[in-house]
C-alpha cells in the first residue's frame, strides 16, 4: 500500500490523516478550499510536535484538487459532512480513480455503509472505519460490514488500524449508528426527556453522569464538544433510517440557533476557548440507573441479534465513549430490577417500543 488518501480535511479527517502518517504511509490530504487545509495542517503539525513525530509531517500532501487526491489511491477514508449525498459524491468519484483494488472507507458514526456504497460499482471494497474524537488520541475504531463488504476489505482495515495503534472492534450487520453511536444516544435520549419534562435540568443529568456513572465528559457537555450541528445531523439521520429513538428537541433548538457548543462558543455551555467542568453548585442527582437503562437495553438487544458481540459491546464502551464499566458492569452495580422498572416506565411516558425490556435483558438474571 502505497498512496493513502483523506477526503475532509476538519476535525476528524485531520487526525485520521495524521495517524496515517505517522504509521508510514505517503498522505494525500483534500478539502475544498485552502483554508480549510492550512488549519489541518497547522493542526497536525502542532499534535506531532506534541507526540514528537515531526517528521510524519513530510509525508502529507494537501490539495484542493479531489482527483489529484484521490488518483491511483490504496486506501481512502471519507470524512466528510454527515449527509448521504454528499458521500456518495465522494466515493462515486473515488471509485473511478483509486487504484483497482483500493479499499474505500467511510468515517461515518450513522449512515449505514450498504446506502454509501451504492454509489460505487464494485461495493465488496467498500467499508465503516469509524475513528473517535480526537483521533491521533482515541484507541479505538469501529470497523463496519456492508451487505457486500468482502471478508478481505475488513482484514485489511483492520490491519491499518493496528498499524495506526489502535483496537477494533467489528459491527457484522449494518444497522444506522452501528455499536457505538446507538449507545451514546441511548443515553442521550434519557437525558433529553428528563429535560424536556423538567424532571432534572442539563447540570443535574451532567453531574449525575460525571459524578456517579463517572463518564468523562458527562451526557450534554460532551455533545457541546462533539458539536451539535453534528449531535443534531446524526440524530436526524438515525431517527430517518427507522432507529425508534426519543426525539431530543434540544438538539434541534440548538441547531437552528446556530449553538454548536465549543466550537461556537455557546451550547449547553458557555466557553472561552477551553471544556468547562460543570460546577457542583446547585447541581441534583438524578437516578443514574435510569440515565444507563435504555444502553443497558440496547447493548443486550445488539449482542442478541448477533450484530456485536459482549466483548466487542464492553470495547466499544470503555475505548470508544470512555465509561470505566461496560453496560452489564452497570446492570450488575444497579440490579435487574430497578433498570426494568425505568425502562417500562419509560416506555409508559413515551410509548416507544424501544424502551421495553428486551427478552435478552430479562432472562439475563432469571
Not at 471519507?78 to 458521500?87: I, M
Not at 450541528?229 to 428537541?249: H, M, N, P, T, W
Not at 438487544?301 to 466499544?316: A, T
Request: contains cysteine; proline residues 4%.
Amino acid at each position: 500500500m502505497k498512496k493513502f488518501s483523506v477526503v475532509g480535511a476538519g476535525t476528524m479527517g485531520h487526525g485520521i490523516a495524521e495517524l496515517a502518517a505517522i504509521a508510514g504511509y505517503d498522505v494525500w490530504v483534500n478539502d475544498v478550499n485552502d483554508d480549510i487545509l492550512l488549519n489541518a495542517r497547522n493542526k497536525i503539525a502542532w499534535s506531532l510536535s506534541k507526540l514528537r513525530k515531526e517528521e510524519a509531517l513530510e509525508r502529507i500532501h494537501f490539495t484542493t484538487n479531489q482527483e489529484e487526491a484521490l488518483k491511483d489511491a490504496d486506501f481512502m477514508v471519507e470524512a466528510v459532512v454527515e449527509d448521504l449525498k454528499v458521500k456518495s459524491q465522494v466515493f462515486s468519484k473515488a471509485s473511478k480513480l483509486v487504484s483497482e483494488n483500493a479499499v474505500l472507507a467511510s468515517n461515518t458514526s450513522s449512515i449505514p455503509i450498504s446506502e454509501i456504497a451504492k454509489a460505487v460499482d464494485k461495493q465488496e471494497r467498500v467499508v465503516g472505519m469509524h475513528f473517535f474524537n480526537p483521533p491521533p488520541l482515541m484507541p479505538l475504531v469501529e470497523i463496519v460490514k456492508g451487505e457486500k463488504t468482502s471478508e478481505e476489505t475488513v482484514k485489511v482495515v483492520g490491519e491499518v488500524a493496528r498499524k495506526m495503534g489502535k483496537e477494533t472492534i467489528l459491527v457484522n450487520k449494518d444497522i444506522p449508528g452501528f455499536l457505538v453511536t446507538r449507545i451514546m444516544f441511548r443515553i442521550n435520549e434519557v437525558g433529553c426527556w428528563l429535560v424536556d419534562n423538567k424532571v432534572a435540568d442539563v447540570k443535574d443529568v451532567d453531574y449525575t453522569a460525571i459524578q456517579v456513572l463517572q463518564f468523562p465528559m458527562g451526557v450534554f457537555l460532551l455533545q457541546d464538544y462533539v458539536g451539535l450541528d453534528v449531535s443534531y445531523l446524526i440524530q436526524k439521520a438515525l431517527i430517518e433510517r427507522g432507529f425508534e429513538l426519543y426525539y431530543c428537541r434540544a438538539f434541534e433548538e440548538k441547531y437552528n440557533s446556530k449553538e454548536f457548543g465549543m466550537k461556537s462558543g455557546k451550547g449547553f455551555y458557555t466557553y472561552d476557548g477551553k471544556i468547562i467542568r460543570p460546577t457542583l453548585e446547585n447541581a441534583r442527582m438524578v437516578d443514574p440507573s435510569l440515565l444507563v437503562s435504555s444502553a443497558i437495553n440496547e447493548s443486550y438487544k445488539l449482542i442478541r441479534l448477533g450484530i456485536v458481540s459482549r466483548e466487542d459491546v464492553n470495547k466499544g464502551c470503555k475505548l470508544g465513549l470512555s465509561w470505566p464499566k461496560s453496560p452489564e458492569d452497570y446492570l450488575k452495580e444497579f440490579g435487574l430490577s430497578p433498570v426494568i422498572r425505568d425502562l417500562k416506565m419509560l416506555y409508559e411516558n413515551t410509548g416507544l417500543p424501544h424502551f421495553i425490556p428486551d427478552e435478552s435483558l430479562t432472562r439475563s438474571y432469571s
